[in-house]
């Protein structure tokens, strides 16, 4: 298109100055040698429904892949969770390399994207909105992603992307199944509290970041730059890029592996 097309800092990412506690925040660099093995922690179990999948779209930071929460049909439970967490939501964070773009770190390696399963305790509260807001009301599965080999199922979820190029662009998109991009060794995995990487920053999740990494190609990830963090009527556009938070401190935290 004419308009120029920036990559520059989005102003999300100039850290807010006060956060509510602050003290669990995320992402986090997960040291290897530091965590603490846990025997008691149980391989996850997740169970979707790809008929749940309603619509992917442009949120201004990232895209989501949105699904229908209001039955229990697409579900995490076990690892380190007490409770049934519903799936509301999925998104990537990425870099303008690939060099960098992940949120969480390992021995402060970076990955050139990262994928969040975003999911709510339907076992205590009845809305995403209401556990979003509470210590345990959230379970966030964060996976790693690698340049490599095409991936044939995140194939589909490219090619819906340039229909959202911009801000608050919306499609409807159904029958995607979210277990596609799990690595295949799920049962390895780091676990600690913490916080969302954007605004509202609260401190509500129960994160579980997947030792195995996935691949895509360059050419697929290229396809996610392409996207722009503004919206359609806006003079100068901004390619989206970058939209990952930095790394927080543990604040004395202990992060535990289901591994040893
Ligand atoms: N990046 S994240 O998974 O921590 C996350 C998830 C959800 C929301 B949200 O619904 O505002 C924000 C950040
Ligand atoms: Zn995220």
Redesign the pocket.
């Known amino acids: 298109s004419s308009k120029y097309v920036l990559s520059q800092m989005h102003p999300m990412w100039q850290e807010p100055l006060a956060i509510p506690g602050g003290d669990r925040q ?2 986090i660099d997960i040291v290897v040698r530091k965590s603490i093995y846990d025997s008691e922690l149980k391989p996850l179990v997740t169970d979707y429904d790809p008929n749940t999948c309603q619509q992917i779209w442009n949120n201004g ?2 895209f989501l892949v949105e699904y229908d929460d209001t039955t229990d049909k697409s579900t995490v439970k076990g690892g380190p969770l007490q409770d049934k967490f519903r799936l ?2 999925f ?1 990537f ?1 990425w870099g303008e390399s690939n060099a960098w773009g992940s ?1 969480h770190t390992v021995d402060r390696k970076l990955f050139p994207a990262e994928l ?1 399963l ?1 999911h709510w305790n339907s076992d205590k509260y009845s809305l ?1 909105e209401e556990a ?1 807001m509470e210590d345990n009301g ?1 379970a ?1 599965i ?1 996976v790693f992603l690698k340049v490599g080999k095409r991936h044939e199922g995140l194939q589909k979820l490219v090619d819906a992307l340039p229909a959202i190029r911009h801000k608050s662009s919306v499609v409807e998109f159904n029958r995607f199944d979210p277990a596609c991009l799990l690595p295949s060794n799920t049962d390895d995995y780091w676990t600690y509290h ?8 609260t401190e509500s ?1 129960t994160w579980m970041v997947m030792k195995q990494h996935i691949e895509v190609s360059h050419d697929q990830l290229a396809v996610f730059r392409s996207l722009l963090f503004t919206s359609a009527e806006e003079e100068v556009q901004k390619g989206m890029v970058n939209n990952f ?1 930095v790394q927080q401190s543990l604040c004395g935290r202990t992060v535990r592996s289901s591994f040893s």
């Not at 913490?194 to 920053?201: A, Y």
């Open positions: 995320s992402p930071y990232s509301c939501q998104h964070h949120e969040h975003v995403f979003v959230l966030v964060g913490g916080s969302l990487t954007t605004p509202p920053l999740v938070r």
